[in-house]
């Protein structure tokens, strides 16, 4: 990690840096320091205008004549493809529906069903015990439905249970409590060695670090558009099948909009070629909008160097936080992992007792991180809005906040619905 530095050299930091124009792109309230994009993305300035646009002349004045002319049929391939820009994932590739929870349910159920096709013995989900809740819970569904055993292990032991019984490796690309990264390349290949197919989850990935699915020889992908994506609440999520995978199966929610041929009406199911067939009922034209919007957002970061330019910045506003916050919060222990290589662009610190309400009282300064249960203290880095002084300004709050013993406020020990 970095040493500690003054403030003023976080400003100079932000005066040579050459994203920092990127910032413009939002709508970003005063007096708040936004470190939970890795949750909610920001709003971008173009969306609610474009949002206006389909509203009161797509579909307020053109109703339903829009399907064909203002190209809603084509949204759900066409933000597939923005998207598969940041993913390393091919033009024609990638779609944009549901939500992730169920684009993993799709892209499980084929892999099982690839996976075990003439290798009955291949009866092993495999994948990581701290793992995002929904995935788990998926994948749990689905080895019931199914006949699977879900087998949870730590980061450390998963290249050493890739046998012949494994059918499928799933897993989070950066783990959501703890911002450590996976080896996207090594593990796939491991999974490839041992005859089981990979499916990854992108959700603190996609706009976050980057990712190249096609040069990982990656299978499966799917993700979330709301987070470092800035599709806004709620937006849907996108799905990317290996081309040698999508044709030979049928995913298992084989609705009308995945059919060959939907408006011809007929009474039997024919898959449509191609990642289309990942689509089920009828694109959310309204969210996808918006989550083309926020994709944008980091699509104009290409001419400045792209996802690798972001990734340097990220590394950058993460080391800098960490640094400092280790060097004036000894209370605080770092999480996320130290080494570059290993470390998403969040930073999580863990207090046994205090982390809720040290999280409250940094939301009532403006400084917006989240608590994730039972001890974390997460804060999200998103360098195409944040500023080196917000991190330095940051982790100073957090300092002070322990020092003055603020958080013991009451209303900083209420517990929300929403953490
Ligand atoms: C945020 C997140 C999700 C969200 O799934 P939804 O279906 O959008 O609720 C899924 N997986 C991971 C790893 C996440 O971080």
Known sequence: MTDVIARDQALALDAADALAPLREQF?????VIYLDGNSLGVLPRSTAARVQQVVTQEWGTDLITSWNKAGWMDLPLRVGDKIGRLVGAGAGQMVVADSTSVNLFKVLSAALSISQAGAPQRQVILSERSNFPTDLYIAEALARERGF??????????????DARTAVLMLTHVNYRTGRMHDMAALTHAA?????????????????????LQGAEADFAIGCGYKYLNGGPGAPAFVWVHPQHVDRFWQPLAGWIGHAAPFEFTPGYRPAQGISRYLCGTPAVLSLAALECGVDTLL???????????????????????????????????????????????????HADIAYP?????????????FRAPNILRFGFTPLYLRFVDAWDAAHHLQQVLQS?????????????VT
């Open 27 to 31: 709508v970003l309230p005063p007096g």
């Open 149 to 162: 055993e879900l087998v949870l292990a730590e980061p450390e032991e998963l290249p050493g249970l890739l």
């Open 192 to 212: 490839h060695e041992a005859g089981a197919l990979t499916v990854w989850d992108l959700a603190h990935s996609a706009g976050a670090v980057p990712v190249d």
């Open 300 to 350: 104009a970061a290409e001419p400045l160097g792209g996802m690798a330019a972001l990734r340097h910045k990220s590394l950058a506003l993460t080391r800098l936080f960490a640094a400092q916050v280790e060097a004036t919060c000894p209370a605080l222990k770092l999480v996320s992992p130290r080494d570059d290589a290993l470390r998403g662009s969040q930073v999580c610190l863990a």
């Open 405 to 417: 013993e603020e958080w013991r406020r009451p209303e900083f020990n209420q517990k929300n619905a």
């Open 358 to 370: 040290v999280v409250q009282a940094l939301i009532a300064r403006g400084v917006i991180g989240d």
